[in-house]
C-alpha cells in the first residue's frame, strides 16, 4: 500500500504460493501498510521466526506459517533457474526481498495443513456466547429504517431469523456477499425494476468491480519418470512422520514474483507459479506410471495487475436461484498483453541451463482455435490467453472500501455498509483492488 511512495511488504502467507503482500493502497483511510500490519502480524504464527525475522512476522496468533517438510528435486532447480535469468531468489518474499523466486511458506504445520476454521474456530467452539449453525444458508440481512435488525436463514428445509442487538458482521466472501446484500434490498435500484425486492438502499458499487488474477498456464515436459507420486511408501512416511510427497503441494509451493517491462522491482506485477509433482494415488499398482512419455508439469502465469472489472447480478428475486457472474476476465487488452508478458518470463525461465538440464521443453501441443499464429509467439500467446485463461480463485471488490467521496463504495473504512446501521462486511468483497499476490492472508487481515 502506500503505492504513491515504494510499496511496502506485507507478511504472513497462507498457501503454497502465498507470497503475500498488500502493495496496493486499499482505498480508505485506515488501509495504509503500517496501520494494517498490527493485524497481519496478530493472526500469524510463523514456525520459522528465526529464519524469516520479526519485523514482517510473527509467533502467536492462530495461523501457523512454515514450508512445507518437503520439496520435489525439481524445487532447486527452478530457484537455481531463477537466479540464472537475472529473477533472483528471496527467502521470503513478504520480507524486505519481495521479488524473485522462493520456496513460499504455507499455512500448515509441521506438514498438515491448517484451514481458517481449524486455527480461528475450532479452538473456541465452546465459548458460551458463540452458536456455530452448521450446514445453514444466510438468505437476507433484516433492515428497517436503515437499520440492522436480524438475519433470515434457510436450515433443514425451512426459513427463520435470529435478531440481533448489535450488529451483523456479513462474511460469505465476494461472490455470496453481494448476492445476500442484494436480496436484503442493498442494491443499485435499476436492477431491481423486474423483481420482487424493495430497494432499502440504492449503492451502485453492490455486485460491481468484481475481479480476480486471471491465470494461463504454460505447458512443458521434462526428464523423469511420470510417476504417481503417491505410493505405500510415501502415505507410510507421512503417516509416520509426516513427511514426504504427501506433506507439501508439490511444485506449487515454488513461486516467482516478477516486475515485467512496463515496472520495477517495487511494482511487480507478474506471478509465476509452478505446477506438477503434486500427490497422486496410484491406481492400485505400485509404482504405476502415469504414462510412458516424459513428466509435464507447467508454470502458470498470474497476471496480478488485471484492470477489466465484471460484476455480480441477480438472475430473479428467488434466493435459491443462483446469480449470475459476469467475469469479463481480459476485457481490456492491457490485461492480455500483461499474461503474455508474464508468458515471457515463463519461458525466460525455462531457457536457462538449470532447467534445461532436466531438458525442460515447451510442449508441442498448440490450440486450434490459435492455429492461425506462429508458435510460439507473442501473437499465438495473445490467442490462447482468450482459450485457456482461468480463475486465479481470488475473486474480489464486489462491495468495495471507499471514502464518502466514492459514488461506487459500499463499505466505510471501518467496512459499515453506507447509509444502514448495524451491518458490516469482512471478507474479500471489500477490497478496492485485488493485491498484487495472493489475498487469503490479506483477507484474514481484513476479518481481524
Ligand atoms: C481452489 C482455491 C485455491 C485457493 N488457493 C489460495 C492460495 O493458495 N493462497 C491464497 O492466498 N488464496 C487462495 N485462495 C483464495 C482464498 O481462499 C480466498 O481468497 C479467501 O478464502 C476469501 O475469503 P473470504 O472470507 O472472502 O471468502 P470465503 O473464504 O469464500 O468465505 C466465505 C464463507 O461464507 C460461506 N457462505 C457463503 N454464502 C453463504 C450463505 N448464504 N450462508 C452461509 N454461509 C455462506 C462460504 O461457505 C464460506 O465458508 C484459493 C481459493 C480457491 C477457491
Redesign the pocket.
Known sequence: MDTKQLPRRVPAS?????A?FLRVELGAEGSSYDEVLPYFLKGEDNGEIDDVGTAYHATGGPMSVERFPYQPPFAAAILNASVEAGFGVSEDLNGAHFTGFTIGQASNKKGVRRSNAAAYLRPIRHRSNLHISLN????RVLIENNATYGVEYYKDGEMSTVNVSREVVL????L?TPF?LKHSGIVPKEELENFDITVVKDLPGVGENFHDHPTFPVSFTLNDLDEYDDSWAVAAEYLTFRTGPLSSTGLTQVVGVLPNNDTTDEWPNVQLNPAGYQSGCAPGEIDALKSSGKRSVSISVGWQHPVSRGNITLRSSNVTDKPVFWGNFLGEQEDVDGLVSGVNLALKLAETDALKAWNLTLSTTTLSGCADYDYPSDEYWACAVKYDTAFG??YCGTAKMGNSSDSMAVVDPQLRVSGISGLRLA???VMPQVTSN????P?MMI?E
Not at 497462507?14 to 502465498?18: I, L, P, V
Not at 445453514?136 to 438468505?139: H, R, S
Open positions: 497462507r498457501q503454497t504460493a502465498s503475500l445453514t444458508t444466510v438468505t462474511s460469505a466472501g465476494a455470496k445476500i480463485h481470488h471478507d474479500a468483497s495472493n489475498i487469503a492472508a483477507v476479518e
